[in-house]
């Protein structure tokens, strides 16, 4: 597996693929980078016979990476071996899924997704692509959350409850009503401070 992003999130990673006994791990970067304890950090290479998995936190530059790599590499997913995750669930390539998490029944994690430590989220969840849930935060049953969305960490979301795309939800926001689309939302209850008009 080629981890993408030579960063501490690339360390989790790591140490991911290490908990499934990974047989071959391989971290790239752009920039010059020093070896991530006895992994060296390499260029992307023009050719490549390994999955990849994008190790960059921040959801707007994964997904500029994926849409760059485009075809011409296939997406792997991590997912640590200390989770609870339904046989029932879905989850999309290139996203990561780290200790401690518990996805629930008939939930569905899109692509390039980060689900991070100690996050929970319970059935029937809807997570689009790039969406990062961050550590310790709850979707309770029913939720969609909109593509390239931040959940920060501790937050709370009740549930049937819709939330749009990129959004970003504050840490410890306890959210009880529907988000638009671009919003800020922080505080408890939550509430919108601000709205852009696009992704950008």
Same mark, same amino acid.
């Given at each position: ?29 752009d920039a ?43 997406? %792997?997913?991590? !997912?640590?071996?200390?989770?609870? #995750?339904? =046989?029932?669930?879905? &989850? +999309?390539? @290139?996203? $990561? /899924? ?16 980060i689900i ?37 960490? %501790?937050?709370? !979301?009740?549930?049937?409850?819709? #939330?749009? =795309?990129?959004?970003? &939800? +504050?840490? @410890?926001? $306890? /959210? ?25």
């Amino acid at each position: 597996m080629i981890v993408y992003g030579a960063s501490g999130h690339g360390k989790v990673i790591i140490e991911i693929l290490e908990s499934i006994n990974t047989p071959h791990i391989e971290v790239w970067d752009d920039a010059p980078h020093e070896p991530l304890w006895e992994y060296p950090v390499t260029p992307p290479a023009t050719e490549v016979k390994d999955q990849v998995v994008i190790s960059i936190g921040v959801n707007g530059t994964r997904k500029k990476v994926a849409d760059r790599l485009g075809g011409s590499v296939s997406f %792997g997913t991590a !997912i640590h071996a200390a989770t609870c #995750i339904s =046989k029932r669930t879905t &989850i +999309g390539e @290139g996203t $990561v /899924i780290m200790a401690g998490v518990t996805i629930n029944a008939d939930s569905h994690i899109g692509k390039h997704c980060i689900i991070n430590t100690n996050a929970s989220i319970d059935h029937d969840c809807v997570l689009g692509d790039y969406v990062h849930v961050s550590p310790n935060a709850t979707l309770s049953g029913d939720v969609q959350v909109g593509e390239g969305t931040h959940i920060g960490a %501790g937050a709370s !979301i009740i549930q049937c409850l819709r #939330i749009g =795309k990129w959004c970003k &939800i +504050g840490a @410890g926001a $306890v /959210i009880i009503k529907d988000v638009p689309d671009y919003a800020t939302v922080v505080g408890n209850p939550g509430r919108v401070i601000k709205i852009k008009e696009t992704e950008k």
